[in-house]
């Protein structure tokens, strides 16, 4: 007997342990298996109400008591949003319930389809789906809302790593996006942008003082954290304290199964698959470790939410930095971070002429800085060309930072 | 009363339908035995894949299964508990492919 492929004389191990029957209520014949664990739909029900009550934070502990309770829901419209909006709507705004523990509940779209071709605009589905549920208000934004034209954006030269200043020329706001998506190096770049504006705008919109909830799953959280480490996000691998996952253990099997016994309708993924980004390379990843190990997911997600980033600390730091394209915190110092981890030349004519002009290098995060300027192949002529429109409040950021370094320098009209 | 061929009820959903024409429910019939076995849920993905998917096999089938990230339901039950892909398949039965890749 060869023992070249152990699966043809071995029997396969089951994926649960223990008999068909419902683990909980062991009375039930068992509809679905979790981790191993059988459940019947009533018991899986509340297993996931069980989950994400756990999950939720206590209003204490974001409002003052003369606030009023408010809650923002980040509505994407998919598999993940749509189980959190159901479960937000069953938990806080069901029938008969007394005094609402959250008032106003408030979920923001971001409708996406300006980015890609051929896709449509979802906008009416989205309050159809939630304008389902009562006492839910939608707020509807628009990717392109990124770049407000009124003002004057500023862009980006992306042919030197310092980033120095150019002017955009784009005349709308979809013009500006579209212009930016296009300047981006790489697929990953691509949906990493999109990303990073659809998370800025719903932050921009929610109210400060308010928990924002975000369906994440356990799959992609786990897909989200691997593959934020490997654009070298991994000094934001801690979300801010707004921000919040209830959904953070319950995976995308047991959402795909909750929505379809609630019939919900979760909309298709916009844009094409991404297979050929590190974001779709990693969810390929961890969608075949969820189903040979379940158990592993979750420990990513666990382990992940372990690390902790040291923040500077001393005094030469200086104050705390914020990224000025995706508004989260940043290290000061990429470009000499950089200098120390990768190899790099320079050519002597193109040195002096980085020692010129406006550079925005410093005034971003390492994730950022390395998504405008990974190359996937070897830099071609046209990429020497390429003039990046940023969002209007990294034009309104840069702006101040600058008049801030040259403060000491600008004399008063009087003398 | 028999007949020689199953009648199946067959979904798609979470995306899974644009693969197959973008139309979610299929009534397909299949032979009682398949290959001198009686017909289980592997021939049918098989049959599947041959017969109504329309565009990029592999983001259904992989190694003569569904691929990672599809939930597949028989009459409501998750197939795991039932064999996988050696469930016995019988008249009248109802098959649930759910694509769970949506994104956010």
Known sequence: MSCEKPEDVMPRKPRHDRGKTCHKCKTQPGQLIVRHFVYCKDCFFAHVHSKFRRQMPAREAYCQPEQE????????????????????????????????????????????????????????????????????ELVVLRLEDAFDTQTPLLAL?????????????????????????????????RLQAISNLTYALVLRAAPSHAPILFGTHLTALAVSLISGVAHGAGYNLTPPARIVRPLCEISAKECAAYAHWRALRPLRSRGPPGMDSVLGITRDFIVRLDRDF?????????????????????????????????????????????????????????????????????????????MLTSRARVRGPSDVEQVLPVPSWTSSTIRARMRESVKDFILDDED | MSSDALALKVEFTGGLELLFDNKKKYTVSLPRTTDDAPTNLTHLILWLKDNLLKERPELFVEERTVRPGILVLVNETDWELEGEGDYQLKDGDEIIFISTLHGG
Not at chain 1, 70 to 79: I, K, P, R
Not at chain 1, 160 to 175: F, G, H, I, Y
């Open chain 1, 157 to 189: 030269s992306l042919a030197d790593e310092r980033l120095p200043l150019s002017s955009s020329s784009s005349a709308t706001p979809t013009d500006a996006l579209r212009a930016h998506l296009a300047a981006l190096p790489t697929p990953t770049a």
């Open chain 1, 294 to 370: 379940p158990s592993t997911v979750s420990a990513v997600a666990r382990t992940c939410a372990k690390v902790v980033p040291k923040r500077d600390s001393s005094s030469s730091a200086g104050a705390p930095l914020t990224c000025a394209l995706c508004e989260r915190p940043a290290q000061h110092g990429v470009l000499e971070w950089k200098t120390r981890t990768a190899i790099r030349s320079f050519s002597s004519d193109s040195e002096q002429d980085k020692t010129e002009g406006t550079a925005v290098a410093e005034e971003l995060c390492y994730a950022c800085h390395t």
């Open chain 1, 69 to 136: 309770p408010s809650l923002s829901v980040a509505f994407s419209g998919g598999l993940g949003a749509s189980v959190l909006l159901d479960l937000v709507a069953r938990t806080y705004r069901r029938e008969g319930a007394r005094k609402p523990v959250w008032s106003p509940i408030t979920a923001y779209y971001v409708e996406t389809c300006a980015a890609y071709d051929g896709v449509p605009d979802a906008v009416e589905h989205v309050k159809e789906v939630v304008n389902g549920y009562r006492g839910i």
